[in-house]
């Protein structure tokens, strides 16, 4: 990556596209840069990559937004805006987002959280959303994808109190897929993240256009699609090499 970046670090590790939010001294809180730099990061590393892993310099992966930025800045508008493109940029991506939490993860920073397709965390990280602590509601889309995350009931419990939850919770909550101690939080994710490399990036992206679309539909129209877009992909070439590989009782090769 030659881009010159303000506020995250940026590279190219293997198939691996690794997004490091990098403003420690404020736990790496979220300003108008921050997310204009989270966005235009995903969308090239989307180019490159085979899965993305977001990460966080120092103890916290998140702490929100920079609430001195939000007071201060005339633009609140634009951005509140920007926070949900550079969201909503995660969300779309063609291939999976991963993202590893550590410490505190609280508002702006559990949107973020959010946003990604999996979620693994430390036993001890600190997560939820404190806006109505301080009389304020959530603007980077807590509101909507938190009940669609673990139904409505908990995420207004979650949402009214300011309850925090810790990671092995938020697993068991649906919000993360695994928790490990923090000492291994590192090791695991990028672990996890050349797991997903290895493999057919057209089936990554394929797999996850499938939950997401699917899962705005009913259950038969979702069924048709999966068996339309099956149909489709086992003629092509990383399918083919797929059931080689099997046969041959060989890992696959993929292009």
């Known amino acids: 990556m030659n881009s010159e970046w303000l506020t995250v670090k940026v590279r190219m590790d293997g198939r691996i596209g690794r997004l ?11 300003s108008c840069t921050v997310v204009l730099e989270i966005e235009r990061a995903v969308m090239e590393l989307e180019s490159q990559a085979r899965v993305i892993l977001i990460e966080a310099a120092g103890n916290h992966f998140c702490a929100g937004a920079d609430l001195r930025y ?19 940029s ?55 994808r938190l009940p669609r995350l673990i139904g409505r009931q908990r995420a207004l419990a979650l949402l009214l109190s300011g309850e925090r939850l810790t990671g092995q919770e938020a697993v068991s909550w649906g919000l993360a897929y695994r928790s490990v101690p923090s000492k291994q939080l590192a090791e695991y994710s990028v672990g996890f993240a050349e797991r997903l490399a290895t493999k057919s990036r057209g089936g ?52």
């Open 20 to 30: 490091l939010l990098n403003r420690p001294e404020v736990l790496n809180a979220l």
């Open 70 to 88: 939000l007071a201060d800045t005339p633009n609140k508008r634009e951005f509140i805006e920007q926070i949900n493109r550079a969201f909503f």
């Open 90 to 144: 995660i969300e779309r991506a063609s291939i999976p987002v991963i993202a590893a939490v550590q410490g505190y993860a609280l508002a702006g920073g559990f949107e973020l959280m959010q946003a990604c397709d999996i979620v693994i965390v430390a036993n001890d990280a600190i997560i939820g959303d404190q806006h109505s602590n301080f009389g304020l509601i959530p603007g980077g889309g807590g509101s909507q």
């Open 204 to 255: 990554l992206k394929a797999l996850k256009c499938l939950v997401d679309q699917g899962s705005a539909k009913p259950l038969h129209e979702a069924i048709d699609l999966e068996v339309n877009t099956f149909l489709e992909w086992i003629g092509g070439q990383d399918a083919q090499e797929g059931l080689r590989a099997f046969q041959e009782k060989r890992p696959p090769r993929f292009e």
